[in-house]
Every structure is written in C-alpha cells, then in structure tokens.
C-alpha cells in the first residue's frame, strides 16, 4: 500500500531528529557530509526511529544543496551525499514497510532578500532531480519560514513528480507565519498548490503547534502533519541542547489526533524516545474526519500611545521649507559638557533637528540613545538618531527601535555602518544581521505595529526614515539607483556624506531631481590641512578637491585662519547648495560646534533673505 492510501485508513508515526543526535555525538560540521564519511552512524539512527515505532523516515538531506553545501566547499558533492542519503534510508527502513521520505530543507531564514529566487530555483532542482533518481517514496519539504520559498519549490517538485509531496511551514508566533499570513490560509495555499499533505513543523513545541493547530480547517483533499520541537533549546558550555520529556510527548500525542493530524513526528530535540511516545498513544489509530475549529481572534494595533511629540516630520518640513540639520557627534569620553553646551548653541541657531551618530567610524561613543533622550527633555530639541546595522543582530535592532519609540525619539538614519576593522577595536565583530535597506524594511513594518518576525507590537510605531547618500563615488548614477531602491523600501528622505565643492553639487542635483524623497544634502567645515587630507586620503566616501585642499595647505601654521577659511568655503557651498537644495546637512567637527552654529545661522538668513525676495518679487502692489 502507498503512502497517501495509507494516511486515509490511519494516522502514520515519522521520525524525529537526526540533526540533534549526530549534534549530541559531537558531529557539528556539516552533518550531511557524514553520509560519506560515517555512513554507519546515519544508518543506525534510522533503524532506532524504526524500532521506536516509525512508520517513516527521511533522508539527512535537510541542508544538502549547492546553496548550504558550499558553506564547506562541498558544492560539487550535492549528487554524491544526496544519493548516499537516500540509500542509507532505503537500507534501514528494507524489509518493514518503513516510507521514505527525501528531505529538502528552507535555505531563506528571516533575511528573505538574502538568496534570490533564481539561485533557489537553481539549488532547489539540482538536489530534487538527486532524490528523485534515487527512489524516494514521497518529498518532505520542511522548515520553512519563508512563504514565497516554499510556493516556487513547491511548483517545481509538483510538476516534475507525482509522487506525494509533503509541505511543511514554520510559524514564527502561534498561528502566524513571518509575513503575517495565517497557518490556515498558508496550508489552503500550499494544497491548492498540488502538495499531499500540509503542516506545521520545527521552532515551536507541541504546546504552540497545538495552539495554532485548533484555526486550522481539515483540508479538501489533503493531509495535515505536525513535527513539534522537543522544547526550546537551552546553551550551556558553548553547546545548545534540549530539556524536553517524552512523557509530555506522549500526553500530548492525542491532542494532535483531535486537531486533524494524520503524520505525527518530531523535529529539533526530538529523539527516538519522543518518538516511541507519540507511537504508543496513536500507531495505527484511526485519524478524525471532522474537527472543530477555533476562530481567530484578531487583535487590533493601535496608533502610538508612546510619549510622542506631536510635530511635522522632517521630509515634509524640507519639502516645505529651507531646513537645517546638524550632527554632532556624542563624546568619546563620559564628560558631556561640552556636548550640552553645543547643543545649546545649536538650537540658538535655529536647525530643526540635532543629529547624533551611532558609534562613527567604529569608534566607542556615548550611547546617542541617551544624549539624544536628554537633548528632547532638557533642551526641547528634535533628536535624530543614526542606527547602524553593525553593532546590533536582529534582536537588538528591533529592541533598540522599541525603546526609541517609548522614549518619543521617532526620528531615524537607517544606515549599514562603518566595519570593525577602522575603528578602536578591530578585533571586535561586525554583526551585520541586515542591511540598510533591510533596517528601514524594519522600522516601516513597526510602523505597521508588527515585528521584523512579524510579530504584532500591540502600537504601530511613528518613525520617520532617513536613508544614507554617498555622493562621492565613480559612478553616480550607480549610487542613485541605490537610492531609488531605498525609496522602494520605504526610505522618507535622503541624508549625504559631506560634498566640497559647487561642482559636486550641480552634478548632485541633475542626477537626484527627479526624485520623490528629498535630500539633505552634507556640508562640513574644515578645520585645517591635516583634516583636509585625512578625511581625503583615509575616510570611506570623501573626496576633496585639490583647489581646496591647496587653499587650506596654504594656511597651515595658522590653525585660526585655517578654520576660518574651512566656514568661508562652507558658506560659499551653502549659497550654492540653497539654489538646489531645500535641506542642508551640517557636520560638526571635533565638537567644533562655535563652526556649524555659525554656519547654521548663515544658512537660515540665507534662506530667509531668499523668501522675503521671492515674496517682494510676487507680490502686486
């Protein structure tokens, strides 16, 4: 009898873990690999879940893909251990009834941009044509957590085989895929789609998969199937591991049967114990024909509650109005006075919003979290905070925009973030979980209320996105796409790297005009020859004209003059700037904050002296 014939007379018991165990043994390289290298070891787990009462197993395929493979340099071997995978299966389950299943596992995690379609589709074909070539009884495509993965795979294995395929997602909270899209509505896609059986497997445990289970409707003409994780994986000693008790397995065991569930095994943690558990309450039970299923209840995100300040964003302000932003950068050392005190002078100058780096050039600087919550109560000043993508994984991210937004700081640069390498502490990671254009994906979806996971954040944040320009590159129609690009994530306006002469900025505007998002576009005042050449000839993303670096050689023993002459070239810019530009960007040097506040008064008599012309000029008397 076949597989799907015998899933409509009874509930069948799969296997558990294979991963888990060859990672207990101490196997954790790449675990496929050891059907070469330990074919023995592999065969003898399959035989355990037999002997605990499997009636199917898969093929330690899981990661076996060009994709996952050449992670080891194992790329060229995706034939050889996909068809040793099958016949060590094969060898285990001879002789018992045993199906087997072979096994292609989800490459997209919570990155899903990281792997395009194309290379999956690729990937994907070359590991299926494997399996199929070996005889497999069924296709389980499991752990996914990207939806739109598992439907193009999905596509592909149902028109190249009719053998039965089972399709298996993995929910990031109960009842809810990363995406949002329900588990229900998920399963009725995935068997429209031509899959056998649909379900649910890996990330949670029984209690969650049981949970999400009772709004999942039995299906027209598929199956279900549930794969729960042991429990959550603990770490300790540098190793994860899993507390989870078969017993509760085996309790657990008929509340699947109650959901609809017709294949029954486990995923991460689970051993042969959990298994023999599941397989004493149902092997060879009857399965439901009718189940009562639990609505939904849909939960509503509200607006922002958070302590707020009601003001304009500034992408509408700059689309209004000329505007000034100023960074100024949080003290390498614990002594703030300074900082204050230019602050201060800054808001005398009248810019609408302070902007405070995030640990600049890699270097180790106050948290701007924390000046720029005291900038907002003690001064009344609008913070606008960089958010680097170096020093945080997707947790942190997430965690750090959660307490912006409870601290009424709504106002953000989303950029990558200067490597490790360049600043105070090279030996220290660089975590780059997500790219820019994935943190501003981010913070836009908290402004939906729901988590990068897609989890609901019970508020809808109110961030304001800015997005990073480096104008100073060899292609620049090239760093504009790039731009319209971050606009189709999401980015509100645009914020450049420094630009030190008229003719960068004329060439600036002709190849930005046509954008929707405004710029502020980034001046900043030198303060001497060696600040000229260093940030020439040793910062990413700045060029500085020869003229100019020529002019401020030339006063090189006279440090006032010098950076009297660095504001004096400034202004001539601005004046260029303000003709093209509505927002302007200053950046204060080595918290020379006397240069950008008198550069930041310039700039608004600037644009105030242009409105009252302009008003003079259309005005009818």
Partial sequence: MNFLEKLKQQILIADGAMGTLLYNFGKDSCLEELNLSQPEHIQNIHKAYIEAGADVIQT??????????????????????????????????AGNGTYVLGTIGGNRGVKPDSISLEELKRSFREQLYCLLLEGVDGLLLETYYDFEELETVLTIARKETKLPIIAQVSHQEPGYLQNRMSVNEALKRLEALGADVVGLNCRLGPHHMLTALEQVELPEHAFLSALPNASLPAFTDGKFYYDGDADYFRHSAKAFRDQGVRLLGGCCGTTPAHIKAFASELKNSAPITEKIVRPKQEKVIVESSSPVREYTPLQEIVKERPSVIVE??????????????????????????????????????????????????????????????????????????????????????????????????????????????????????????LSYSGKELGQKTAFSVAAA????????????QRLEKKIEVGADYFISQPVFSEEKLIEVYEHTKHLDAPIYIGLMPLTGSKNAEFLHNEVPGIKIADSIRERMASLNDNPLEAAREGVAITKSLIDTALDLFNGIYLITPFLRYELTAELAAYTNKRASETRRASYAENTIF
């Fill in 469 to 480: 320009f480096n104008p100073n590159v060899r292609s620049l129609e090239k760093a504009v």
């Fill in 328 to 449: 100024l950068d949080p003290p390498r050392k614990l002594d703030t006075t300074k900082f204050f005190e230019g602050a201060k002078a800054l808001k005398e100058a009248g810019i609408d919003s302070i902007t405070l780096a995030d640990n600049s050039l890699a270097t180790v600087r106050i948290s701007n979290e924390s000046l720029g919550y005291l900038v907002k109560e003690k001064l009344g000043m609008r913070p606008l905070i960089h958010i680097a993508c170096r020093d945080r994984n997707i947790i942190g991210l997430q965690s750090h925009l959660m307490g912006l937004h409870t601290l009424g700081m709504n106002d953000i640069l989303a950029i990558t973030g200067d490597p490790a390498r360049v600043g105070d502490f090279p030996g220290a990671s660089s975590v780059y979980d997500v790219s820019s254009f994935e943190l501003i994906k981010m913070i836009k979806q908290m402004n939906e209320g």
């Fill in 60 to 93: 330690n395929t899981y990661a076996a893909n060009y994709l996952k493979l050449q992670r080891y340099g194992l790329e060229d071997s995706v034939k050889e251990i996909n068809s040793a995978a099958v016949l060590l299966a094969k060898k285990a389950a």
